[in-house]
């Protein structure tokens, strides 16, 4: 069952007239109206029928791009996966996270203000944007 198969059987009522297809396809704010209009009236949802290919072509493409952008550098908080206690104020993984250097794969943790600006990989000397 590929994406837009599932968005349609999340578009059959009574989970389409909830906006619950519109969520699935990261359309949280129309999904919210659609919650609480009952999908405009059933006229939002009936004109949705037409427009749930491009929404899940749309979200796809949203959901590549996040990967593109992230995906290089490997940025991720510290403790991101860890199922132990989240870090205290004042730890390294607090304000630190770690991030990967794209050109020799070297881990680092770099401090949270530099979040958006350039860092140097101390290993290859690369310059790495730190993405927020
Ligand atoms: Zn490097």
């Known amino acids: 069952m590929n994406a837009t198969g599932i968005a349609y059987i999340l578009w059959l009522p009574p ?3 909830l ?8 359309r949280v704010g129309t999904g919210l109206l659609w919650l609480f209009t ?15 290919p491009s929404m899940v072509r749309e979200e796809n493409a949203r959901v590549i791009s ?3 952008e992230q995906g290089p550098l490997g940025l991720m908080p510290a403790n ?3 199922a132990g206690p989240p870090p205290q104020p004042g730890s390294l993984q ?3 996270r770690v991030i990967y250097c794209v050109r020799c794969g070297a881990a680092m943790q770099v401090p949270l203000e530099a979040v958006g600006r350039q860092y ?3 290993h290859c000397r690369a310059v ?4 927020a």
């Open 120 to 122: 140097g990989c101390p």
């Open 94 to 96: 607090y304000d630190h």
């Open 15 to 17: 989970l389409g007239l």
């Open 19 to 26: 906006g619950v297809h519109r969520f699935y396809c990261g």
């Open 128 to 131: 790495l944007v730190v993405p």
């Open 66 to 68: 996040r990967l593109r």
């Open 38 to 52: 009952g999908g405009l009236v059933g006229l939002g949802w009936l004109i949705d029928m037409f427009l749930i």
């Open 80 to 82: 991101h996966g860890s």
